[in-house]
């Protein structure tokens, strides 16, 4: 895997193995057309599953809350539930090791993150916070290859699936990989974004040594993003994301392509999944709250003992709670999807559990228009403005688009209220 102009890792090698036909290769990339979806490999491993919502799947149960035992919520983007069941996968010697992503150096290993195989509760805890940042699996997969043992890999949806296309052809993967733990997905990000980060807060990339995308402040909202650089000389500069000119998520600024074509928010095939709950009172709780969607009878019961113990904190919910956390995801994969795979010919149209349709109103129309642009051309605006080392082109540029994407997407934005004078229709 090595890194494109655009900031994504892509497979390097031989100009023949891109052109050599592989039914094997077809069968394991998540994207494929002739791999299995998320309904097959779901209904082969959740067969039991009480419960089913077209929505997030199959599922045992589902909860919202977090870890009181510490320091999981204290050191966690959300409510800590993810390194809290990663860890006791480990105490009690469920797994041997936990693949996870941990922060890297990038001045010695030329990234910011990678994914590590942890063996331990204090190696564990690195990987704590979410990373908005390409990372790829071959190392890890080549570790659990070569040194036998119970492993658990912890990934967004398309990582989890492309584990499970791949347990499918490969035995000792298969055998060893025993436990998946899912993350809830917008979208994953170009390695881009950290230097247009760096441009807005007045220094430079090579000067950046860490960064934590979601710096958590207890006393404001947990939606309230900070992104937090440190520096090569121990100093620090911090920016909340509304103040960042591609700091609006949804708009899609270093977007990896291949995300416009996907329709697993909630990561259906993952033993257990987290989210983050962005429904009140939970998303104005700064110390952070999930939302947890378990699939599997044994970590079902393992949550439930700590809930009972005081260990976690959790209560029921049901599969339209979870929807209406991650509406606007759910939006943009369900009904999006349908419209934008109709702008592709048959013959190039990726084969969707959504099928292809146009019924939407002519404001959401221009949403997900304008959101695919944004994408596209953020990657090349920002090559453009750093080829010709000026920043300020793509700032500009930036902020501008930025301004039009919510004039129509906002409710008081002007084109939005244009469109709903003329056309009023309830949106979806």
């Not at 045992?60 to 870890?67: D, T």
Request: proline share 6%; hydrophobic share 40%.
């Amino acid at each position: 895997m090595a890194w494109d102009r655009d900031g994504f890792l892509k497979p390097h090698g031989p100009s023949d193995w891109y052109e050599r036909p592989s039914d094997a290769f077809s069968r394991q990339c998540p994207f494929s057309p002739a791999a299995a979806n998320e309904d097959q490999i779901a209904a082969e491993r959740f067969a039991g599953a009480p419960r089913a919502d077209p929505r997030i799947g199959r599922f045992e149960a589902a909860y919202v809350g977090y870890a009181v035992e510490d320091p999981f919520r204290r050191n966690g983007s959300s409510g800590g539930l993810t390194s809290w069941v990663a860890a006791e996968l480990l105490r009690s010697g469920a797994v041997d090791g936990v693949a996870h992503v941990v922060p890297a150096d990038p001045h010695e290993e030329g990234r910011f993150f990678r994914y590590r195989l942890s063996r331990s509760l204090d190696a564990l805890r690195e990987g704590a916070k979410s990373r908005y940042y390409p990372v790829e699996l071959s190392g890890v997969l080549r570790e659990i290859r070569e040194t036998p043992g119970r492993y658990a890999v912890v990934g967004v949806p398309c990582f989890i699936k492309a584990v499970h296309l791949l347990r499918r052809t490969d035995p000792v993967i298969a055998e060893r990989v025993t436990h998946t733990l899912g993350l809830f997905c917008g979208h994953q990000k170009s390695a881009a974004m950290i230097e247009s980060f760096a441009w807005q807060l007045g220094t430079e990339l090579g000067r950046v040594h860490a960064l934590d995308y979601r710096i958590k402040d207890e006393s404001r909202p947990a939606n309230w993003y900070r992104a937090h650089l440190e520096l090569d000389d121990g100093s620090a500069t911090a920016q909340d994301w509304w103040h960042l000119v591609d700091g609006d998520w949804g708009a899609g600024f270093f977007q990896n392509p291949a995300c416009d074509f996907c329709d697993d928010v909630v990561g259906e095939t993952a033993d257990i999944s987290f989210g983050d709950a962005w429904v009140e009172p939970y998303s104005s709780d700064g110390r952070g709250t999930n939302v947890v969607v378990v699939r599997t009878p044994e970590l079902r019961d393992l949550i439930e003992r700590a809930s009972a113990e005081g260990r976690l904190q959790l209560e029921p919910v049901d599969a339209d709670f979870i929807a209406r956390t991650q509406a606007a995801g759910l939006r943009h994969r369900r009904d999006g999807l349908a419209y934008r795979l109709t702008w592709r010919r048959n013959g190039l149209r990726p084969m969707k559990r959504v099928r292809p349709s146009r019924t939407l109103p002519l404001r959401r129309k221009l949403v997900y228009r304008l959101r695919a642009q944004i994408a596209r051309w953020s990657h090349r605006t920002f090559r453009l403005a750093r080829a010709l080392g000026v920043p300020a082109l793509y700032t500009l540029w930036a902020r501008g688009v930025l301004r039009l994407y919510q004039s129509v997407t906002w409710s008081r934005g002007w084109l939005g209220r244009i469109f709903d004078a003329l056309m009023p229709q309830p949106e979806r």
